[in-house]
C-alpha cells in the first residue's frame, strides 16, 4: 500500500498547492516546503503511514531528483531569451568558475571544522554542497511578486548559475570522491565528461531546434505534440548523455540554450511555461520522500556539530564570497547579498549525495549531514524568500543600497 498512498499524498498536494498558487507567492512558504512537511508528517517520525526500506529509500530520492534537476535545468535554459545570456557571460563566468570554487572551498572547510571529518571527505560532502538548487531557487525568483519586486538582471543570474552550477559539480564530486592514486586519471574522465555533455547536449538541441521548424513549416506538427517537445528533449538527452559517459544533468542544460537559440520567441515562451508546470509539480515527490526517509535519529546523533555545519554552510559558504565578488559582478550590495543568501542547496544536492552514498563514497554521518542540510535549507529559504524579495525591492527603492 506504500506506493498508491504516496501517489494519494503527492497528487493531492500538487491539487491544493496548484489551486492556490497565485497568493502563495506572497507567502513565507513553497511547494518543497509544503511536500517535505508532509513527508515528515505521514513517516516513521510521524503517523507511520508511509515507510520505506532504507536500501529504497536513497534510491527513489535519486531516480526522483534526477529528473526533476534534469526537468529544472532545461526549464532555466529557455525561462530567458538567448541574447540576455550572451550578455550576462562575463558575469556567470565569474560565477561558475570562482563562485564554485570558493563555494566547495569553504564548505569542505565548515564540513572539517564542525563535523570533525577527515579532508577527504569534508572535500566530498564540501562539492555535493557547493550547486546551488534551480527548483529551490525557481520557486523564489518566479511568479508574479518575483518579476515585480526583482530586477530581472537578478533573477537572470540567480536562474542560470543554478542550472549551469548542476551539471558542472558533478566532476568536482568525481574528483573529490577519487583515491589520490587515481585523481590524474580521474581528471582526464572529468574532462571528458563534460566534453561529451556538451556535444551530445548541443548536437540534440541543435537538431530538434532544426527539425520544429521544419516541422512548423510544412505544418506537420500539432500544439499537443509541439507541447510534449522539451518533455521529450529532456528525457532523450539526459539519458543518451548519460550512456555515452557525459554529465547528464548539464547535457541536458546545453541542449536547451542550443535549442533555445534555434526557435521562436514564441515557441520558447509557450515551451518554457509548460516545462516550468512540469517541474513546478516533478519536485513535489523528492520532497516528500525525503520527509519519508528523514533519518531523525542520525540527526539527533549529530548533535549540536550537525547544527553548526547547517548554520555555517548556509551563512558562510555563500553570501560572504559574493559581497566581495558583488562590484565585479555589477551588483549593488543589497543585490549582491540577496544572490548571496539565495544559494539554496536542494535537490541537486540529494542526487549527488545518494549517487555517493549507492557507491559506498558517502557514510553514514555524510548521509545525516547531507539531508539535514537540504532539510534546514528547504525550510529556511522557503520561509524567507517572499520577506528577502520585499525587503531587497524596498531597499532599491530607498535607493539606500
Do not use: K
Not at 284 to 296: D, E, K, M, N, S
Amino acid at each position: 500500500m506504500t506506493l498508491p498512498l504516496l501517489l494519494a499524498l503527492v497528487g493531492g498536494l500538487a491539487v491544493a498547492v496548484g489551486l492556490v498558487s497565485r497568493p502563495m507567492r506572497d507567502m513565507p512558504v513553497t511547494e518543497p516546503l509544503l511536500a517535505l512537511a508532509l513527508g515528515a508528517a505521514v513517516g516513521p517520525g510521524g503517523l507511520g503511514w508511509v515507510t520505506l526500506d532504507e536500501a529504497i529509500g536513497p534510491e527513489a530520492i535519486r531516480i526522483s531528483a534526477e529528473l526533476a534537476v534534469a526537468m529544472a535545468v532545461l526549464a532555466v535554459a529557455l525561462r530567458h531569451p538567448p541574447h540576455e545570456f550572451r550578455r550576462e557571460l562575463r558575469a556567470l563566468a565569474l560565477l561558475l568558475v570562482v563562485g564554485m570554487a570558493g563555494m566547495a572551498m569553504a564548505a569542505s572547510a565548515i564540513g572539517w571544522l564542525t563535523l570533525g571529518l577527515a579532508p577527504a571527505a569534508a572535500a566530498l560532502l564540501g562539492a555535493i554542497a557547493t550547486p546551488t538548487d534551480p527548483v529551490l531557487a525557481s520557486n523564489i525568483i518566479e511568479g508574479e511578486p518575483a518579476e515585480r519586486q526583482l530586477p530581472q538582471r537578478v533573477r537572470l543570474l540567480v536562474s542560470v548559475e543554478s542550472g549551469a552550477n548542476d551539471g558542472l559539480a558533478a566532476p568536482m564530486i568525481a574528483l573529490a570522491a577519487a583515491s589520490a592514486g587515481a585523481v590524474a586519471a580521474e581528471a582526464a574522465d572529468a574532462a571528458a565528461s563534460l566534453l561529451i555533455a556538451v556535444v551530445v547536449g548541443g548536437a540534440a538541441g541543435w537538431l530538434t531546434g532544426r527539425l520544429l521548424l521544419w516541422s512548423e513549416r510544412h505544418r506537420d506538427l500539432e500544439q499537443s505534440a509541439f507541447l510534449a517537445l522539451t518533455l521529450a528533449l529532456t528525457i532523450t538527452v539526459l539519458g543518451a548523455t548519460t550512456l555515452a559517459g557525459g554529465v547528464g544533468v548539464l547535457g541536458v542544460f546545453v541542449a536547451g540554450l542550443v535549442y533555445s537559440a534555434q526557435i521562436a520567441q514564441s515557441d520558447r515562451v509557450a515551451e518554457w511555461e509548460v516545462q516550468e508546470a512540469i517541474n513546478r509539480y516533478l519536485v513535489l515527490p523528492v520532497f516528500v520522500l525525503l520527509g519519508v526517509i528523514a533519518p531523525w535519529s542520525a540527526w539527533a546523533d549529530l548533535g549540536w556539530a550537525g547544527a553548526w555545519f547547517v548554520v555555517g554552510i548556509l551563512v558562510l559558504r555563500r553570501l560572504p564570497l559574493l559581497l566581495v565578488l558583488g562590484p565585479w559582478l555589477r551588483l549593488r550590495p543589497a543585490e549582491a547579498g540577496f544572490v548571496g543568501w539565495f544559494g539554496p542547496v536542494g535537490v541537486a544536492a540529494l542526487l549527488y549525495l545518494a549517487e555517493r552514498h549507492a557507491a559506498g563514497d558517502a557514510d553514514e554521518t555524510m548521509w545525516a549531514a547531507g539531508t539535514l542540510l537540504v532539510a534546514v535549507s528547504t525550510v529556511v529559504h522557503g520561509v524567507t524568500a517572499a520577506p528577502g524579495r520585499g525587503l531587497l525591492a524596498r531597499r532599491l527603492a530607498r535607493g539606500s543600497s
